[in-house]
């Protein structure tokens, strides 16, 4: 009896000071006791209960003493024993934690669930319920078998008998035998439907403290077309994680454990009701071998086979997938902008009254898809019941939620509630990916509901969508004067593989301008000058379009990489703006976020600007030259300054920037709050420019004709730099050059007034035009906001912003 005392298991003491411990078990042998050990057994109408309480011992050697308390059940019997106090001197293992050492060694209690006899000096090779000390019991035990010992450990000089004491019983077996026990297992039964249609499933030893080192096994087998539902309505187990490590029940869609899992489960549950899909369900309940001394009871609940249950036809039938374990859940994937049906249990006949079934209609959402859920109504009848409180649907209802409420579970806040015969709505579509929705079939019968679902591409880019669910999205100014419009999904990435259509139409007296925030879209080729146009931008790009009024469209630039497009403003007289997103097959990126807005339309040169012809050269500033330019005014989008500049035929035109200063930067920034665009011809793509020009730089541009156009647009998110200054010349390329004046370097032939005028109209790096002048006129003082008009042919303007 002694060896019983100093079993390892449960002491933080002896499994950490294993030497030390065994010397002891050596030296300090408890002194035999059995005048205090104490037997409770059941016999035929003999007492089925009574209490006990520590021995009155008198120790004045302080010398170990021990005392086994035997509780022995009769057959088809189990004991129960509960503890009313308890107050051990001692620090209980948890001690150990904080560094309380030794724990549980001058006074404590073993316990011990599994005796299969009433020889207790083998207690040693029974299985160990736990040492406990200090002011907190043991919690409820109940044998595993017939028998359960306390062996009770002492040094103390006195113990008396409110040192602990508790009650015991000896309760009726039979609710443990779930069915048809398996051979030389305490705990694994069959349970078959035709024996045994409902009834109650319980751990071994519930509600007590569940055993260590356990496996049960529970095995449901019914008759065909019956189901087996199970719900657990209490239901503890230790706690190791998420996915149980440690203690389990392991609950199998089938016969046996090769069969499809429905869930694993531990911790605490709640309303935990689980269904089989077809006859059979096998439920497998683990304890593993550990020194942690855990204290949880185990689990209760009821069994029912049944062919009431809702057939799961109507799920299989229209290509839904059923959640395993629930009654008539199911679960519906896109297989990308696939189209199906649902309909209620039992359709096209009457569905089953007091059912709940939920239908989890999920699109493809990754890197490369996102769609959306269109639901389309063609049968409904749910009997409306009689009107309560805020709610109209008080018997049977179909409620919808479209926003993915269920990932929060937070089924009480729906979209649609509806019942009755006109509450359907024509169609819903889901705000994300996900559609669900929840049929409760209430007291009435009904035919029920049969609906189509559609997964739809979901770009979410604002804006009105084209019918026919393309990526294509339509501004109008009669709708909305301004807003927003981005990439789709932005600020996630855009999609590989898509086209995508931006419409912006404003009215005869309108115009539309877009001013981007955020810009980057792929691209394999970086050069220094901005990535824009089609020799650079050939993977994924954004193009912009002025739409007109006879089906015509002039490109205005295509754009790449992180190089932004400049503000742009629809041509006087224009339709509008169109917008193009092209991606390929290859990476992507965040793509783009813009603004719209329609304005009353501006004169031909907008905010500023003017019409220059019958000259031979001119200046052109930017506004407040040479102070900064500025934003437009507040709530206007932007300030356009448009020059034309017509020279005669067979000449072009020769553009020479003295300085440029502008906010952006091509090739890292692009140029989204201010640009200056020139078209070299009617008919051309302008070329933008942003950024600042160093002194030793040279920037000139000539014309493809005898038309030049320039266009400068501030945003109203600009916020000003110096501009630009530039010299414009009426320059041809003929080498005779007669009547004229033929620059040496540049080539160029140039008008002969232009000769000694003290501007460089040869180009930036030819000032031919300006050696060997005799007495070159200081012609400056013109150039700073007055237009002269010399002799003869001698004749240059200066165009004042």
Request: hydrophobic share 30%; glycine share 8%; with cysteine.
């Given at each position: ?5 100093w ?13 030390v411990?065994l ?6 042998q408890?002194r035999?006791t ?15 209960n ?7 011992l008198?120790?004045p ?6 005392c ?7 057959p088809h ?31 404590y209690m073993d ?6 006899t009433?020889n207790t ?13 200090g ?16 062996s009770?450990?002492t040094?103390k ?21 779930i069915g ?13 439907a ?5 009834g109650?499933?319980l751990?071994p030893?519930y509600?007590g ?5 356990l496996?049960?096994?529970?095995q ?17 187990l230790?706690?190791?994680g ?18 499809a ?11 935990l ?14 304890t593993?071998?550990?020194t942690?001394n855990?204290q949880?009871?185990g689990?209760r ?6 062919e ?13 997938e059923?959640?395993r ?6 679960k519906?994937?896109s ?6 049906n649902?309909v209620?249990?039992?359709f096209?006949?009457?569905y089953?009254?007091?059912v709940?079934?939920?239908y989890?209609?999920?699109?493809m ?8 859920v ?6 409904f009848?749910i ?9 109209s ?5 179909l409620?919808l ?6 990932a929060?579970d ?36 009904g035919?029920g ?10 770009y979410?880019?604002p ?5 026919d ?7 109008r100014?009669v709708s909305?004067?301004?807003?927003e419009?981005?990439?789709p999904?932005?600020p996630?990435?855009?999609?590989s593989?898509?086209?995508?259509t931006?419409?912006?139409?404003a009215?005869?007296?309108e115009?539309?301008t ?6 980057k ?13 089609a020799?650079?931008?050939q993977?994924?790009?954004?193009e912009i379009?002025?739409m007109y009024?006879?089906d ?10 992180m190089t932004a ?11 509008g ?6 991606t390929?097959s ?20 907008g ?9 031979h050269?001119g ?10 330019y ?18 005669r ?6 553009l020479?920037?003295?300085?440029f ?7 890292a ?24 020009k160093?002194?030793?730089e ?10 030049m156009?320039?266009?400068?647009l ?8 110096q501009?630009f200054?530039?010299v ?7 080498s005779?050059?007669?009547g004229g004046?033929?620059?040496?370097r ?5 008008d002969a007034?232009?000769?000694?005028n ?8 030819d ?7 005799a007495?070159?006129a ?5 150039l700073a906001?007055h ?5 003869l042919?001698?004749?240059?303007v200066?165009?004042?912003?």
């Open positions: 009896m002694a060896s019983a005392l079993h390892a298991s449960g002491s933080s003491f002896a499994a950490s000071h294993a030497p411990f010397l002891l078990l050596l030296l300090l408890p035999a059995t005048e205090c050990d104490q037997r409770f057994i059941s016999i035929p109408d003999g007492p089925q009574g209490t006990f309480h520590a021995p009155n008198i120790n050697e302080g010398e170990s003493r021990q086994v308390y035997t509780f022995l059940a009769g019997q189990r004991v129960e024993l509960v503890f009313s106090t308890f107050g051990l001197r001692g620090s209980p293992p948890d001690g150990a934690a904080v560094g309380e050492l030794p724990a549980c060694v001058h006074e316990v011990y669930t599994e005796i299969r009433d000096s083998k207690l040693i090779e029974t299985p160990f319920g736990g040492r406990y000390c002011p907190i019991p043991p919690r409820k035990r109940v044998s595993l078998y017939q028998g359960i010992a306390l009770f450990y040094d000089n006195v113990t008396l008998p409110t040192l602990f004491d508790g009650r015991y019983a000896f309760i009726n077996a039979s609710e443990y035998e048809t026990p398996a051979p030389s297992l305490p705990c694994s039964f069959t349970v078959n035709d024996v045994k249609r409902t109650n499933i751990s030893t509600p403290t569940y055993p260590k080192d496996v049960c096994s529970y449901f087998i019914g008759q065909p077309r019956q189901r087996v539902r199970l719900e657990f309505r209490d239901f503890d230790f706690f190791g998420p996915h149980c490590p440690f203690d389990y029940v392991k609950v199998y869609d089938g016969i046996n454990n090769t069969s899992v429905i869930g694993t489960y531990c911790g605490q549950q709640r309303n009701v689980l269904y089989s899909s077809e006859s059979s369900l096998f439920v497998l309940f683990v593993l071998q550990r942690a855990t949880n009871r689990f609940g009821i069994f029912e086979f049944s009431s249950f809702v057939k799961l036809d109507f799920i299989t039938n229209y290509g839904g059923h959640i374990g629930t009654e008539c859940d199911q519906i994937l297989k990308k902008e696939s189209v199906g649902v209620s249990p039992n096209p006949y009457p089953i009254p007091k709940v079934c939920r989890f209609i999920y699109g959402q990754d890197s490369q898809h996102l769609e959306r269109r639901l389309e109504f063609s049968v009848v009997p409306k019941g009689e009107a309560k409180g805020e709610s649907c008080t018997d049977g209802y409620k939620y479209l926003k993915g409420q269920e929060s937070s089924y009480d806040k729906f979209d649609y509630e509806l019942c009755g015969k006109d509450s359907n709505p024509e169609h819903v579509v889901s705000d994300g990916p996900r559609l669900v929705m929840v049929f409760s079939s209430g007291e009435q019968q035919r509901f049969k609906a189509k679902y559609t997964f739809e591409t979901e979410r880019i804006g009105t969508a084209a019918p669910g393309s990526c294509t999205f339509t501004y100014s909305r004067k301004r807003g419009f981005n990439s999904r932005y996630s990435n855009y999609p593989d898509t086209n995508c931006y419409l912006f139409l009215t005869p007296n115009q539309v877009l001013v981007f925030d955020h810009f879209v792929r691209t394999k080729n970086y050069n220094v000058s901005g990535h824009y146009g020799e650079y931008c993977d994924d790009w954004v379009y002025n009024r006879d015509t469209e002039k490109l205005i630039g295509r754009y790449c990489g497009p400049g503000p742009v403003e629809s041509t006087l007289g224009a339709l703006v169109k917008v193009i997103l092209h390929d290859d990476l992507v990126y965040s793509g783009f976020k813009a603004r719209y807005t329609f304005e009353n339309a501006k004169s031909i040169f905010d500023c600007g003017s019409n220059i012809s019958s000259l050269y200046l052109i500033t930017s506004p407040n030259f040479p102070n900064k500025e934003a437009p005014p507040k709530n206007v989008a932007s300030k356009t300054c448009n020059w034309f500049i017509n020279v035929p067979n000449h072009q035109i020769l020479n920037f003295e300085l200063s502008v906010e952006g930067e091509q090739s920034r692009g140029c989204p709050a201010a640009v200056l665009r020139m078209w070299m011809s009617p008919h051309s793509t302008p070329l933008e420019l942003c950024g600042v160093e002194p030793e040279k920037w000139s541009h000539l014309s493809d004709d005898h038309n156009r320039l266009s400068f501030s945003a109203d998110k600009a916020v000003g730099q501009g200054q530039a414009w010349t009426e320059v041809t390329q003929d005779e050059c007669k004046f033929l620059c040496e540049s080539g160029y032939c140039i007034s232009l000769k000694c003290n501007i460089n109209n040869c180009g930036p790096e000032n031919s035009d300006e050696e060997h002048c007495a070159p200081d012609l400056a003082p013109a906001g237009t002269a008009v010399l002799p042919s001698l004749c240059f200066f165009v004042t912003i």
